[in-house]
C-alpha cells in the first residue's frame, strides 16, 4: 500500500509539473506574441497597402458642385428611439422635421449589431470580416481587453491597407473633419488623422471605456485623470469612476459647438463632417440644463439632447445658405441598448435580430431628394461609402471588394434597393448568421430556452415571433443556399481582395 502512494505521489507530482510548464509557456509564449504586435502592424497587407498610396495619388478632383456631406452618427439609437419612427415619450422633432424635408427609411441596417464592425463598415464600404473588425469591438491597447485582444492574435485597430470615405474625398479637394467617437483603435498611425480626415475633435473609445480622453488632432485637449486602472470602466452613470475627466453631461453640446465651427470655417470648397456622437450609449448622462425634461426619463433626456444639437447644426448650414447641396445623413451605428427602443422589433444590440441591426435612416438633400418620402427598400450603412463617392464624381477602388452598393437611385426614388440580399454578423464571428431579401429573413440559429434552430420569418408578419419555413420551405432553402455561398465566399476570400 505504502508503494502504491508513493507512486501515486509521484505521478501526481509529475501530473502537476507538466500542468504548470505548460501554463508557464502558454504565458511565455502569450507575453513573446504580444511584445511582437505591440512592436509591430501584423495586420498590414504591402500590396494592397501600396495599391491604396497609388489609388489615393490618382484621384481626380471632385466634380463641379459636388454636395457638401454631413453624416450625423448616434451611439446605439434604437429604431425605435425617434418619435418619427412612432416613439410616444421622447419627443426629437428637429431630426422629425429633418425626416419631413427629406427621406426616411424603414429598413435600414448597420453591418454589425456592435459599435466597432458597424463604423469599419461606414466608413469602408466593407464588411466586417473584410476589415478584421469581426471579432467584437476594440478597446485601448493597455486595458485588460486590449491585451487579450493582441495576445490572442485578434486586430485592435483599423488596418491601413483599408481605404476610408475621408481619404477619399480628402484627396478630391474636400476639407474633412471628424468630431466625436472613433473607436477604430488607439494605435500609433490608425487614429482618425492618420485615416483621412484634417480636423478631428472627440474621443478614441466608447464612453464607457478608460482612459477616456478627449483629443484635438494627436493632442489631449482634455485628459482623464479619474481613479481607474487596468481593469476600470464605467458603465453606470450612478456610479461613476472618481476624479476628474470630461464632464459627460456636457460632451453632446461641446461636440455640436466644434461641429458647427467646422461648418463655418469652410469657404468655397466642399466638405465632409463626420459628426460621431458618443451619446445615448452607455453611461446615460443628460445634459445640465435638461435634465429631468423628458417623459422618457434620463435616456429621454439623452436623446433629446441630441435632437436639440442636430437642429443646431441644421440651423448653421441654413443660415449659411448651404443647405441645398449639403446631404445630411441620420443613422445609429447599431440597434438599442438595454434602455434604448427597438420599437416592434425583436431583439437588441447585440442581437441579429432585427432590433440589433435595424436601425433609423433619414437624408435630407434638397436639391436632389424629395421631401416627404418614405421607403421601406433595404439598404446597409455599408452602402454610404460608395454612394457618397459617386455623388462626388470619383471612382471606386479597383484592387478590393466594396460590399456597399450605390444608393443613388434608391434615393431619388428612381430605382429600388440594389441588393438582392443583406447579411446578419454575430458579434463573435466572421460569418454571417442570418440573410433577408425583400420579403423574408432566414436565421441559422434562433436560441429558443436553449433550443437552436432555423428561423424563417416574413416582414409583413411578426416580428420574428413564429417560425414558417413549413410554409414556405422553397424559401427557407433557397435564402439558406444563398447564404451558404456568401459564408463560402467569405472563407475563400475574407479580406476581398481583386487580386
Known amino acids: 500500500m505504502q508503494l502504491l502512494i508513493h507512486l501515486f505521489t509521484k505521478f501526481s507530482r509529475l501530473i502537476g509539473a507538466v500542468v504548470l510548464g505548460g501554463l508557464l509557456a502558454t504565458l511565455l509564449f502569450g507575453m513573446m506574441r504580444f511584445a511582437y504586435i505591440s512592436a509591430t502592424d501584423p495586420s498590414i497587407n504591402k500590396t494592397h497597402y501600396l495599391a491604396k498610396q497609388d489609388y489615393l495619388a490618382n484621384m481626380p478632383a471632385a466634380t463641379e458642385n459636388a454636395p457638401n456631406i454631413v453624416v450625423i452618427f448616434f451611439d446605439d439609437l434604437g429604431w425605435g428611439d425617434l418619435s418619427s419612427y412612432g416613439n410616444q415619450l421622447i419627443e426629437t422633432p428637429n431630426i422629425d422635421a429633418i425626416a419631413k424635408q427629406g427621406l426616411l427609411m424603414t429598413d435600414f441596417y448597420s453591418a454589425s449589431p456592435v459599435c466597432t464592425p458597424s463604423r469599419a463598415a461606414l466608413l469602408t464600404g466593407r464588411l466586417p470580416p473584410r476589415t478584421l473588425t469581426d471579432r467584437h469591438v476594440f478597446f485601448p ?215 440589433g441591426q435595424r436601425v433609423p435612416m433619414i437624408v435630407r438633400w434638397p436639391a436632389e431628394i424629395q421631401s416627404g418620402r418614405v421607403t421601406a427598400e433595404m439598404a446597409m450603412n455599408s452602402d454610404l461609402f460608395p454612394t457618397l463617392l459617386n455623388f462626388a464624381g470619383l471612382p471606386l477602388p479597383e484592387d478590393r471588394i466594396i460590399d456597399g452598393r450605390d444608393l443613388t437611385g434608391l434615393l431619388k426614388g428612381e430605382e429600388n434597393s440594389p441588393h438582392d440580399f443583406l447579411y446578419y454578423f454575430p458579434v463573435l464571428k466572421s460569418l454571417p448568421a442570418a440573410i433577408r431579401n425583400n420579403e423574408f429573413k432566414l436565421m441559422l440559429e434562433m436560441n429558443d430556452f436553449g433550443r437552436k434552430r432555423e428561423h424563417l420569418s416574413r416582414f409583413t408578419g411578426d416580428a420574428e415571433a413564429h417560425d414558417i419555413q413549413n410554409l414556405y420551405p422553397e424559401k427557407a432553402e433557397s435564402l439558406k443556399q444563398a447564404l451558404d455561398d456568401k459564408q463560402t465566399e467569405l472563407k475563400t476570400n475574407k479580406r476581398g481582395w481583386n487580386f
Open 141 to 355: 491597447d493597455w486595458s485588460v481587453m486590449g491585451v487579450y485582444r493582441r495576445i490572442m492574435g485578434y486586430t485592435n485597430a483599423l488596418p491601413k491597407e483599408e481605404i476610408t470615405v475621408a481619404e477619399v474625398l480628402q484627396h478630391a479637394g474636400y476639407r474633412t473633419g471628424m468630431i466625436g467617437k472613433w473607436h477604430l483603435g488607439d494605435h500609433q498611425a490608425h487614429r482618425p488623422n492618420d485615416f483621412g480626415f484634417e480636423y478631428f475633435y472627440g474621443v478614441l473609445f466608447s464612453n464607457d471605456m478608460f482612459p477616456l480622453n478627449l483629443y484635438r488632432n494627436e493632442e489631449i485637449a482634455i485628459e482623464d485623470q479619474r481613479d481607474g486602472g487596468f481593469f476600470s470602466s464605467e458603465r453606470d452613470e450612478m456610479h461613476p469612476l472618481p476624479g476628474e475627466g470630461i464632464d459627460q453631461r456636457e460632451l453632446t453640446e461641446m461636440y455640436t459647438k466644434e461641429a458647427i465651427s467646422f461648418v463655418e470655417a469652410s469657404d468655397d470648397e466642399p466638405f465632409f463632417l463626420y459628426l460621431s456622437h458618443s451619446l445615448p450609449h452607455v453611461p446615460h448622462y443628460a445634459s445640465t440644463e435638461f435634465a429631468n425634461t423628458s417623459r422618457g426619463g434620463t435616456y429621454g433626456d439623452v436623446v433629446e439632447d441630441l435632437d436639440r444639437s442636430t437642429g443646431a447644426l441644421i440651423d448653421a448650414l441654413d443660415r449659411m445658405g448651404l443647405a441645398d447641396n449639403t446631404i445630411v445623413i441620420i443613422t445609429s451605428d447599431n440597434g438599442a441598448d438595454y434602455n434604448g427602443s427597438p420599437g416592434p422589433l425583436r431583439g437588441r444590440k447585440g442581437d441579429v435580430l432585427e432590433g
